[in-house]
């Protein structure tokens, strides 16, 4: 049992203890709601046998429905990385069951998913939630990232809920977490259990976007503390004159959160991962790239610059992909104790100069840091700190030839963990409590498989349309360790998409001429708590 | 000519742009005010010699007295690292003359006190100042790091000022740039010039303080900043349960900083320089402590923490700081590209059991990057991952005893350049308006070679007691670079002061429990931006 955190709490922590989160109009009277089908999306071909139960459900909206006046007993469960907003959905839940029927139970399992299959649960009580709202961390009932993937676990997991007569589990999650509660919703309904499952989409990545789900919860939050940083930086650079900054923003598979941040604070440069695959780009053009904006800015006499790098940025060059990929062919075969040696005589010979490129202490973090299933840890590697290498050797080389005789002075810096915590924006606040309330619905509406979502995010949150979508549409099969697996698609920055041509568009002038902003730190109160609270890269595909 | 930075702005910056700061009520009409003659503060012996002019001189009071109503020409001059609150200083000065009168000109000097001797200057404008009020960074002249220091520097200081026929000078600095406008005052003095010579205490080092100065300005905003980040990742740490985070904080010289971060945020662990150096610690002394704390929480199951690190911290212990000082006897000595075999050779017994206990990397760090005086750069050494290689050692070698078998997961986190620059916190804002109101006042009444002080900062601004400090009596003998200097003293921690002995009470139940608090992003509006506003450091001293 999970010791909850319920320490003293901070000035502006009590005063958000207040806030009272917006809702779309609709969602404030639960217990009179239903839901409407609209049309059936397709499934999948190859996902479709593995969900005899899900398939064939239509997406819903929210409507006025007869009311319902049962207790409820729900489950709830936090997996995954931490995301602002998490604590809202548990109290919105809460708050909604309790509107139904005081004598409504909520159940947090603790730890992850872990907790379902060992059943390490308690009882969410006001006392305890009321110092949890509008706050951020995952740690009222902590996070893990076990996956519920054997028969037998799947088996635990029914009988936990079954133990606790669950009318519903709700799930909040990313892709895998989502995917994971699909097959569960599948296997419950497949055992003839009662126990409803029902997602919410959370993720600071912001790469668990489709058709139904605008964006997760949390991605607004982490992209305004790190905007706040980097303008910050950016404000700094062109005041000491001094240094450029490379900044490694989180979000490995996908480059949103640079993109959106890249919107915010005008870099110099600002690398979007995708858009490296798609021009088959090596980490060696990319640093050619920035030994070039150097050398340019260096003419109108700048030198200093800052520069946003995605943490899965190496993963998206052709030269470091293939190595990684060769590395993890070789590395799953070998013990991990293997020789250097061996591994670099293994490779291809592009792997092989590639890993000749890289800096010793790369090269170690390559081979000795793994992941459980042998696989590189690409989020150990320090992507900004190998970019600045690589830059540093590109202008020596230039120095040597005459071609640059400038100064550079690098200082990376890593925009990572205290986004993940951070106390919710207003924005986040309300979304992460208007999903908890359409999760609630679910359960309270019996619908399997489906997740919260909120339409018309760009509005106000009166005006936000409540929505629930079915899991099992937005999976597809994916080679995933070797076996085919339905899952849902990590979403990528799609260059053709008007967030992103926005920033192509713009990006030129920002090069050479210092465009920074500074967005500042995120406001509660004010004016700007108003007019920022929309994340960029939703506004602009308006 | 510098190019200021006037771009698009945020909205949260548009927003601050009408903000009014606070100040000290007597300070609203300026022309109206005078100085009264307090006491006559003792000037050092050794110092005496040096200052002839500015030796006997009262601190000063604000008072009202008689109209002044002549137009007066102000320079003013940033000097060294930003600090938040530093455009406010400019844009008071600039009211408070125009105020005395409309044709009253305001000077900047640009890119710091290199400025004054090219006589880089430019005269700054309503329209353009407009875009800085309550803004960050020091981009509007910028600033610089280069004394004045020989005699041609001072000649060209003089004619610098002379013609632009400056009534005085401002220089906004640290403790360096203020022993710097102790001399030009003194220089400017015994050559008869007319233009008088104030100083404005800045750094975010919180280092400037003394019985006159309370703080300087930008700490608090640096501190807030610091501390958002670190509550978040507090939280992180308790939601995650997975990660050590050791997070280095800027402040070399002190750790005032550190201490006002660990009031605020509470973490499992804050190591303060001056009691490292008062117990004679050594590094190794300082990893074993922190070994002993991650074995203490794995008993209770936390394989988790939180650890501040002052960026100077290994200056202040016995065996590093040793290192150092012999490395800068034997470098100062040799050419810069002296082998590293003959560098280590030459090094005391103790020193090179030190350095061989170093990673390859910091032995790297500590030879090869040097000021210019061929001082080994400290603030490049990389303080919190080689503590992190440290404590990895002390427990590894302890699960080799099987004393211990736990999991030790670090993250390496600095706090470092986003503080410099950020949007002044209300108190900044108003702290640095109300000493830019000083200082004009100062040459408005020709009082040179004093510093602008506000008494009584726990009060709200209205309150505040606004005084002037002859630097002189701050200046006291030091060896510097071989020969003997007179400098204002830089202020470390007071081991026996109420701040720190407030923290040394309560850091006992912060290792085990986990009593973090989170203080979120600075407000600039609603409740907690008025309740949050006093430097810890300056409250628990009251």
Redesign the interface.
Known sequence: MAKP?T??????????LAYAPGMPEILRHISTLDFAAGAVPQVEAGARPLFTRLANAPVLRVVRGQPEKRPLAVGVVLSG??APGGHNVIAAIFDAIKEVHPESRLVGFC?GPAGIVKNDARTLEQEELARFRN?????LI??GRTKIETETQFQQALNSVTSHRLDGLVVIGGDDSNTNAAYLAEFFSQQGSPCVVAGVPKTIDGDLQNSWIELPFGFDTACK?YA??I???C??A????K?Y?FIKLMGRSASHITLECAL?TRPNLALIGEEVRAEGKTLQDIARLVAELVVARAQENKEYGVILVPEGLIEFTRDIGELIGELNRLLAREAATEAVEAVVAGLNEGARRTFAMLPQ?IQRQLLSDRDPHGNVQVSKIETERLLIHLVNMVLEAMRREGAWQGKFSA?P??CG???????PSNFDASYGYSLGRVAALLVMRRKTGYIACIKNLCQAPAEWEPQAAPLAAMLHLEERGGTSKAVIQKAFVDLSGAPFQCFAKARTSWRL?????????????????I??SVPLVLSKSR
Do not use: H, W
């Open positions: 955190f320490k003293e709490l901070s000035a502006l922590q009590e005063a958000r990385g931490q730890n706050q951020g961390g995952f740690d902590g996070s503390t706040e940083t303008g910050n930086i404000r700094d062109v005041s000491a004159k240094y900054y915010k202490e200082q810096i890593f963990y205290e986004g993940r915590a951070a106390l001429d210092d465009c920074y902003m500074q967005p500042g730190p995120i406001q509660f109160f004010g004016p700007s708590a007019t920022d």
